[in-house]
């Protein structure tokens, strides 16, 4: 491979397609092109095709060893191994450890497709992106998984997924020219190379789920009358202790009318303890009981961890049923980048952005690679 003429620079970003039939036909033609009619890029982008793989990596080995460019003027490598047969329109992507901040990067960069990026901390010696690993140059892979094809006659140019392939295209064309045209450079992460997948679902495990502060059920009012109707009342629950009964109409909750059920939950996750529901029983009999809510007010309902290799966001491990956060259509797994437009350094900076902001509050979310904006209306506090 040579740099590209009129890109000379000290600094290259690297693309590897590779010689599976199921991978090159598509890849080739489609992002080719289009990477030599750029204007100038900051950087150089150089195009490889190793050979040897199954042999052990031995046509990127040999690149390392003897290398066309120093390896220290490499700021990220690209693998694309076996993109010709999306499914599920998903695409595995490794190495986002490699360097900080890389999976924010690729989503980043996937605004371009509606592709879903199953982001996997696994790290084998079993395709060519390992060789950079080793020389400790940040890496991406991007692979659409195995088939029954694998290494068979069968694996035709018939069995492509051309539609998929160009999406993939989209996003390795976007992602090479935002790492050729970046002013700062990735710094490889040492810790990358004994991260796994068991740390993975360590970080992203859910919590266990906290116990409900009244403790009921409801269901609409018959009727279109105001209100909702007590269909459950938990033993030992607050409702319980409170003598709230099945059967009861609840009518208002710390001095909230109950107008839109969907957002009840909202206002009991976030009252204050002591507080006064009002209910009319059967007998039509209106009371104002006042009720020692279990656990403590919440304005958002969901907690986080933070991700070390992933400075500025968090993912989200616990979506309480019923919050604002639920109702926003937050989901476990989730991890965000900004509230209301400003980033945040650490978990610290973030629950001040949140305990601030202004209702309804913007989230820049992102999910399976994939950037979105929820609004959360998030309720005043006491």
Same mark, same amino acid.
């Given at each position: ?79 694309? #191994? ?75 140019? #018939? ?147 933070? #991700? ?39 978990? #610290? ?34």
């Amino acid at each position: 491979p040579e740099l590209l003429p009129e890109r000379r620079s000290e600094e290259a970003t690297g693309t590897s397609p590779p010689c599976h039939r199921s991978n090159n036909p598509p890849f080739t033609p489609i992002v080719c092109p289009s990477i030599t009619s750029l204007a100038l890029t900051r950087r150089s982008i150089l195009f490889a095709l190793w050979d040897g793989e199954e042999k052990g990596m031995l046509g990127s080995k040999h690149w390392g060893a003897n290398p066309t460019v120093s390896p220290q003027d490499v700021v990220l490598a690209f693998n694309a #191994d076996m993109i010709g047969r999306l499914r599920g329109n998903t695409v595995h992507v490794f190495g986002t450890r490699t360097a900080c901040g890389l999976r924010r990067w690729a989503s980043e960069s996937n605004r371009f497709t509606d592709l879903l990026l199953n982001f996997s901390w696994e790290m084998k010696p079993n395709s060519d992106q390992f060789s950079f690993v080793e020389r400790r140059i940040p890496t991406l892979m991007v692979h659409t998984g195995l088939h029954d094809d694998w290494h068979r006659p069968s694996d035709d140019v #018939d069995t492509i997924n051309l539609e998929g392939s160009s999406a993939i295209a989209r996003l390795l064309f976007a992602m090479v020219v935002q790492a050729a045209n970046q002013p700062e450079r990735f710094v490889f992460r040492s810790e990358s190379r004994s991260e796994g997948l068991a740390d993975q679902k360590r970080l992203e495990k859910s919590v266990p789920p906290r116990s409900p502060r009244l403790g009921v059920a409801w269901k609409a009012a018959d009727g279109g009358r105001a209100g909702v109707c007590l269909s459950h009342v938990t033993p030992g629950s607050a409702a319980d202790r409170a003598g709230l009964l099945i059967g009861d109409r609840l009518l208002a909750v710390a001095g909230e009318e109950v107008a839109e059920e969907s957002r009840l939950g909202v206002t009991i996750w976030a009252a204050s303890s002591p507080t006064a529901v009002v209910v009319e029983r059967a007998s039509g009999e209106i009371l104002s009981v006042p009720v020692e809510l279990d656990g403590t007010p919440l304005r958002y309902g969901f907690s986080w961890r933070e #991700d070390k290799g992933e400075p500025g966001s968090v993912v989200l491990v616990e979506i309480v049923p019923y919050s604002a956060a639920d109702l926003a259509g937050l989901k476990v797994g989730d991890r965000i980048y900004r509230v209301a437009g400003r980033g945040f350094g650490n978990g #610290d900076e973030l629950a001040q952005l949140l305990a601030s902001a202004a209702s309804p509050v913007p989230l820049l979310v992102e999910r399976s690679g994939q950037l979105r904006t929820l609004l959360v209306l998030a309720p005043s506090m006491p």
